[in-house]
């Protein structure tokens, strides 16, 4: 029982991971109808800013939470600057395109940014340092480390104020708005390209964050480390329906616990299957995913 | 027995009942209209005919057997074909090979057929060509046969709808507002046209269309359908003096 | 008697070939032949996999991103049969010459791959394919994934060790006849009531449906040959690496096989064939250049797909147009005449008799 309550807050833990990162896949794919897939570079890229923020600041700031805090923060806006400039670069000069010459731009800036990473901070992984020391707290036979809590915390932190700014902000309403329709919106007045520029930057910042709070629990990171995490991260919010913020929160912790639990009672090679098995299975019955909505097409 | 029976059609979206226990035949030869002012069901009830969509309840009945919840490709076999109101040509493909899609279903190839290619292949294909471009050559579309259809005039794009359909070799012909978008000398053009396709091709036609004077002026019976009710069915001159007829129209404008 | 013709010479020409490279490039005095010949070689089997994926995604444009799943399940499953079956295959046909033994297990071997890959492309086809754009996309990925997790976890074929030991049967010759034959299957097809049908697919499936087209079994049909190749050519790429690696067979080759087509012109024949063979020639040629080679390649990948989204030859086919520009020639002084006489311009009238 205590091995399982365990695998469950390991499972919620990775699974809010794979939340934050889906936010951004199901935002953009809202307003663009784009899979993007360089969004899990990003992520990665959130985790190479933090590697070398965290040597400028660590130690600097009054408490270690403030470090972290710094560096992430300080991340989040970089990797937005990123995802902006990525849109407005590869993603704005074809968004009239068919969906298939987006889908390829979009696995070719993923290509470039993996490949430059590569280059620019080499192919070996790197040893993320420790922002915060790791201290156990006991819950009768049940172990959680202050990290643990820390990632869960603060991913909650985070989608409950995306939750807020969409739901009760100006600009979240000009957002639905654009993903509802966009040519209504442009008609309405909204500046579609702000909000669109927007999107990717609340994304990335998402993603980045994501990219920190997993190095802080396992603390290796490479350029590739973005490639099977984004890939399960879109396969969550696919789960959950794309397009719908509160199915990509979803999708993510049904994807992380399942993972966890395969990982935990049935065979750890099986891992990175099983993502795809839920999915498929989801699809299957519910083409639009658990909470999306089906579209008919009028004839 | 009539060819085209809807009994009790009824087809529900969501909240929305679009068709409401709709019913009238068609009978084998018949150019028959139906007309409703905007959003009173007319596609809807080509869509429950063609099995585009399932009806929710009723009874459509095709040559005295039900096709109710078949597939569309299923129902095309039957004998039904259709144009739509907003045009769905296949855009990028050959005006030719648009009309050509439609004899797919009567091929006898196979796959090894077609990519070994025997006698029988050619002959085949030869022969459906050459029905297809009779039907290009009767509306005056031979010429642009090798056009890509999406560069075709509005109002030849809507005559290739009606070739393309005619293609499958139906027994009923559904017609979606073909005279949507035309001006006076082209929808003049186009009652002829259809009065020309029943004659030749033996088929019966099913119009919806909006421009009245087509309608009263080729049909031979006349629907009304108002908010997914039938209001009223019978001959031109009886439906321009229907005064729920009147009221539906007058009503609207 | 046309056809057996055009067999018999394609089988003639490669034959020859084969033996031409095999005096030039591989025993011969060309100090870097083998590696050429390797090229060579591996530009085959790419032109294989980008010509059948071309089928289902550009010509009945169903968006499928897992190809490198069913490369993997026909490479496996032919090094099967020829490492476990071989000896017994071998034994049954002891009176022929080693050549005809090779020959044989080999048959045998792309038999078991096309068959493995038909039943495979059939089972992910059939519910996959009620799923549109994005998701049929995302579903043929996963089942990619999780083919190659599969294959992982078989101890049989060597699991995560790789499967190594398996006989060198392919060669220049054998890739190249199912190059011809994808490209002749895939051109005959596309040219036929099949081929129009699946273009009417991608073009508008409810009106293709209205048209008497039965859209599901094209679009299961249209994966299933696809796959069918693509299960050949592992079965080839095995046959010639003599080792297979689950490495090989990531989604990141599903990506590399769409770029392909994308690059050369989406739904062309030409277009696929260019697109392997640049992408499998150029990176070779740039090797020197390790690091930044990927990153001019990500970058032309995007600069290509923004400035010409239609890809390097677009939909129209190079052969219709070398055809058409001697036909026009002799046509057009005619045509000439005519054009100036009518305006070609005006919308034709319906009735005019
Ligand atoms: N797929 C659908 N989902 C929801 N509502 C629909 C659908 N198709 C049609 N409707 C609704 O049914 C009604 C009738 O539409 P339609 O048949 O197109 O009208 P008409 O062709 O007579 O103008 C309209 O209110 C329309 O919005
Ligand atoms: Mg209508």
Redesign the interface.
Known sequence: MESFLQQLINGISLGSIYALVALGYTMVYGVLRLINFAHGDVYMLGAYFGYYLSRLVQGRTPSHLLDAAVVMILSMIGCALIGVIMERFAYRPVRRASRLTLLIIAIGVSLLIENASQLIFGANPRFFPQLIPETHIHMGNLMLTNQQVIVLVTALALMILLNLFIYRSRTGKAMRAVSYNLDAAKLMGIDTDRIISLTFALGSALAAAGGILVSINIPGIDPLMGVMTGLKAFVAAVLGGIGNIFGAVLGGLILGLAEVMVAGYGSSTYRDAIAFLILIAILLFKPSGLLGKGQVEKV | MPLLELKDATIRFGGLLAVKDLTFAVEDGELFGLIGPNGAGK?TVF?LI???YAPTSGVIAFDGKPIQGK???QI??CGI??T?QNI??????SVL?NV??????R?T?G?LG????GEH?HRE?TL?REEAMRLLEL???E??ADEPAASL?Y??QR?LEIA??L??KPRLLLLDEPAAGMNPQ?SA??M??IR?IRDEFKVSILLVEHNMKVVMGVCERIQVMVHGEAIALGVPSEIRTDPRVVEAYLGKE | MKRLLWIAGTIGALLLLQWGATALLLDGPIRQGPYYYQIIILAGINIVLAVSLNLTNGIAGQFSIGHAGFFAVGAYMAASVSYYGGPAIRGAVSFLPLVGQDTVVLILALAAAALATALAGLLVGIPSLRLRGDYLAIVTLGFGEIIRVLILNIDAVGGARGFSGIPKLSNFFWVYLLVAAVIATVWNLVRSSYGRAFQAIRENEIAAQAMGVDVTRHKVLAFVISSMFAGMAGCLFGHYTMYLHTNSFTFVKSFEIIIMIAIGGLGSIEGAVLGAVLLTVLPEAFRGFEGYRMIVYSLAVILIMIYRPQGILGQVSVIKRVRAHFITKKAAREAATKAASSAAKMPVKAEGA
């Open positions: 596609t869509n063609t099995g585009v597939h569309p490709h095309a076999a074909a259709r739509f769905r040509l296949f855009a990028s493909m090979e050509q899609v439609s004899s797919h279903m091929s190839q796959v077609s990519v070994f290619r292949f294909e459906h509306f005056q579309l010429k642009l005039p109002g030849s005559r393309r359909a293609g499958t082209e053009d186009l002829r046209l020309r």
